[in-house]
């Protein structure tokens, strides 16, 4: 009888650290979360290194102030399996932008999107460019991590 006790006390405490270690460990999660900055980098990142490339068309380059904010956005369009997809992507990240705003509406450029999800597009990212005559050379190069979103820098 003691020694089944014994195994009782030994099983309830060894649950209960198995319990406080995952909310521990789960609470951790919380406190490490990504800024929605750093989320958008990873996402671009990833679609560069996974993404499939197809051709798309610029339509349109929207030139935003919110809030003391610049935001830079090229819209364009692009067709996967003959469904035409519409997306735009802020480049509000990238320093010296507006190198980028020569490109014209109509032109062609290459877009990157996730096979499983096609609606997942970027038509650049710090490793990679599909926009014509970038002068990067296809190497976009965003600010340093400590920098403040959406400041742009002049080259």
Do not use: H
């Amino acid at each position: 009888m003691n020694s089944k006790l014994r195994l009782t006390v030994v099983l309830v405490g060894a649950g209960g650290a198995a319990a406080l270690a995952a909310w521990a460990c789960s609470r951790l999660r919380r406190w490490r979360r990504k800024d929605p900055q750093e989320l958008e980098r990873l996402r671009r990142l990833e679609l560069s290194r996974r993404g499939r490339i197809t051709i798309g068309t610029i339509v349109d380059r929207i030139e935003q102030a919110q809030g003391g904010r610049a935001s830079r956005l090229v819209v364009y369009k692009y067709e996967v399996a003959g469904v035409t997809y519409e997306a735009a992507q802020d480049f509000s990240w990238l320093e010296g932008a507006g190198s980028l705003f020569r490109c014209q509406a109509g032109q062609t450029a290459s877009v990157k999107y996730e096979p499983r999800r096609p609606t997942n597009s970027i038509i650049a990212c710090e490793e990679w460019s599909g926009l014509p005559d970038s002068e990067a050379g296809g190497n976009l190069k965003a600010p340093p991590m400590g920098t403040p979103d959406g400041a742009l820098r002049k080259p």
